[in-house]
């Protein structure tokens, strides 16, 4: 992300499951529960205002996509019912946020997603000792919802494992840009192990991994977090909506999604866990380890 003079922010046209702040009150697809009450308070509330830009802020740009093809994103709200959350208390089902990226068509009108939605943002911000009136946040590339580019065929699928307590924007630029080269990317948050992860309606999960945590064991909760995403791939593939409360998926998706090319890549823990998951795996054909450790034996 590259610094820059604050712009002013876009009016939403598009539903965006990822909450971009400040949406046009007009424009009946834009998110109503911005301001909802936070199911977790964050470490430093008082760092979370309700104002957004101080015009003396610092604006962040991320890095424009190389690719010849336009960026289409959407979120999804994915529950494995067949696994519970290893690290919270009780039986909760295992719970993710995943984000689509993918070369896209007929952009206009589609709302570009934020980097983070507002309140995770806010919390990353404030775990850093900065609020919201210091730095402002980047938008993507991404045009939520915006039609796949179903003219390329069926896209090969790529899954992005971040770093330990990291989110899944931290692979954002990556991701984009490859989507813009003809890649479906799909970018997971791995809850409880990341930083902060904004589910709908607002509610944040922090990191709640105990001190100490092993890594191979938390390498395995991790593969299976992928395999549970394939799997989900899979459901949209045959024309279904994996999605918790079924929100709509961009046009075209479910015919764009090649399950017999499958990738990963990932960064740091996420490099590691590229090992692991495709020792769980063998859908996923291909993968790189971008400065991450091996724990145990590689594949």
Do not use: C
């Not at 690719?67 to 696994?83: I, T």
């Not at 494992?161 to 990556?174: C, K």
């Amino acid at each position: 992300m590259a610094a820059g003079k604050p712009s002013d922010k876009p009016a939403a046209t598009g539903f965006s499951p990822d909450q971009p702040d400040q949406p046009d009150p007009n424009t009946p697809w834009a998110p109503e529960n911005d301001e909802a009450p936070l199911h977790h308070k964050p470490v430093h509330p008082d760092a979370l205002a309700s104002g957004r830009t101080d015009p003396s802020g610092l604006q962040l740009n991320m890095p424009a996509p190389t690719g010849p093809y336009s960026v289409g994103m959407v979120g999804l709200h994915l529950v494995d019912q067949s696994r519970t959350d290893p690290y919270v208390l009780g039986d909760t089902p295992r719970e993710l946020m995943v984000s689509l990226w993918y070369p896209a068509t007929a952009t206009s009108g589609h709302y570009q997603a934020p980097w983070m939605p507002s309140i995770s943002g806010d919390h990353f911000l404030a775990s850093r000792g900065l609020s919201p009136q210091q730095v402002t946040l980047p938008r993507t590339a991404g045009h939520v919802l915006a039609p796949v580019n179903t003219k390329l065929g069926k896209l090969p699928v790529l899954l992005y494992s971040t770093g330990l307590h990291s989110d899944r924007a931290m692979g954002t630029a990556l991701a984009q840009d490859l989507a813009s080269r003809g890649y479906l990317v799909v970018t997971v948050d791995h809850t409880h192990d990341a930083g902060e992860v904004q589910f709908p309606v607002n509610r944040l999960e922090v990191n709640t991994m105990p001190p100490g945590a092993h890594s191979s064991d938390t390498l395995k909760v991790r593969a299976a977090d992928i395999r549970f995403v394939i799997n989900q791939l899979g459901t949209i593939s045959k024309g279904g909506n994996p999605d918790a409360g079924h929100a709509t998926l961009p046009s075209g998706l479910s015919k764009s999604v090649d399950m017999s090319r499958i990738g990963m890549f990932g960064w740091s823990l996420g490099g590691a866990a590229v090992d692991t998951s495709m020792q769980l795996d063998h859908r996923i054909a291909a993968g790189a380890d971008l400065d991450g450790q091996f724990f145990g034996s590689a594949p």
